[in-house]
Every structure is written in C-alpha cells, then in structure tokens.
C-alpha cells in the first residue's frame, strides 16, 4: 500500500534489466520498507513475455502475495537483429512490445481494478509518432501499446487506477550501443527523472525530453516528401 507519503510500497519493474526501469526505481523518494518486484528471464518471477501462460502466472503471483501500488512495463526489442530476417525480427517485436506488453497491461489493470488503486507505467517511444524507413516496423509495435494504453487510460476513469505513459526520444544505452545519436539524446538517468514525473503527474503522457512534444506535432504535419528526407539524415 502507499506510505504516509503517498510512495509506492510494493512496485514490479516489468523487464528487469531494462535500464530506464531500474533508473525510474532508484529515483524514487527513499522507502526502507518498499518491496520492488523485477520481473525478468530468470528469477523468482520468471517471465517469458511471449509466453501467454507465463504472463497470466507472474501476474496471479504478484497479486496473490498483496496488493501492487507501481507496475512499470519496460519490456522491449528493437527489431533489429542482423542474425534474423526483417520478418523474424518483425514478429519478434511484434510479440513483446505490443502482444506480451498489452496483455500485461491488461491484466496488472484488472488486478488493480480489484484492489481498487494502483499506477502502471508504460514505456512507449517517440518513434509511434511517424513511420520512418529505418524504424517503422518497432515503431508500429509502440504505436499499437501506445494507442491501447491510452484507451485504457479513459476506461479507468474514476476505478482508482491511473495509466501513464512515457515517450522517450533516443536514450543512450546498451539497447541503442552503434546506433547514431539523434537529436535531443538522453540519457538513461535524465530519462528516468522523466519516468518519476509520469508517476505523479496528472497528464497521461510525458515525453523525454519535453521537447519531443513540439517535434512530434511538427512531424504529423510535415508533407511526406520533407518528411522523408529529415528522417533519413
């Protein structure tokens, strides 16, 4: 349950390596009596997220040992794995940011709902803004979280249960190790201050960096044939 101080007490990091998620916990205020569930490969809350059965396990599991103030969804791939074809890559993705993070959500939600209060964090990306030729296909996947997450977001209205989401731009890190820095970088601490923000504030959304906001309007507007030549510098 939250603290005298309204802290989360019992959190679960979905995606325990996840080096936004893990950032997003140890910034939070200083709780000696917190409880923080990682939920990863391995473990006692072993998860395969493309596995149906197992996402249905931990969930049962989290829930039947109290109830859960924070669950942040920090699962992901890019889709990018030179060993796999664009089609593997492309179900690969498809399969844990959007099959196996959806369905998480689903359910950590409706558990929620039960214990009638509770945040879920769900990180989604600046590349849903537009399909661009390098990224679309991970794009498409976030796109697809992003949209459920919001709709659910407006369900929930009134059951006690927040949904937030997190936008971040590029954030260096392993995940991104080779790849070309693209503007408006960040890092995975200065990301994850973004993080701690989304958990208490009252919008749905906040992008990482705060800019990102106004180059996304930017981009939605842009005619595709500039579109596409930013895009591919």
């Known amino acids: ?62 829930f039947d040992k109290g109830d859960l103030d924070l669950a942040i969804i920090a699962v992901g791939v890019l889709g990018n794995n030179p060993d796999k074809s664009d089609t593997e890559n492309l179900v690969e993705a498809m399969g844990v940011n959007y099959l196996g993070s959806v369905h998480l959500l689903a359910l950590i939600a409706e558990r929620m709902k039960i214990q009638a209060h509770g945040t879920i964090l769900v990180i989604s990306s600046f590349a849903q803004v537009r399909p661009r030729d390098d990224n679309f296909a991970y794009g498409s996947t976030k796109a697809g979280l992003d949209f459920y997450a919001r709709g659910l977001s407006a369900k ?51 992008w990482a960096p705060s800019i990102l906001k106004y180059v996304a309007m930017v981009f939605a507007t842009m005619p595709p044939a500039i579109f596409r030549k930013i895009s591919q510098r």
């Open 1 to 62: 349950m939250l603290n005298g101080f309204k802290n989360p007490g019992r959190i679960a990091l979905i995606g325990a390596k996840s080096e936004i998620g893990l950032a997003i916990v140890s910034q939070l205020p200083e709780d000696k009596s917190r409880e923080v569930i990682l939920v990863g490969r391995s473990g006692d809350y072993a998860l395969d997220v493309t596995d149906r059965a197992a996402r249905e396990r931990v969930v049962e599991a989290i």
């Open 156 to 206: 929930l209205q009134g059951s006690g249960v927040k949904i937030k989401i997190l936008r971040p731009g590029f954030v260096k890190s392993k995940m991104t190790a080779g790849m070309a820095i693209a503007p408006f970088s960040i890092t995975t601490e200065e990301c994850a201050q973004y993080g701690v923000r989304a958990i208490s504030s009252k919008k749905v959304v906040t």
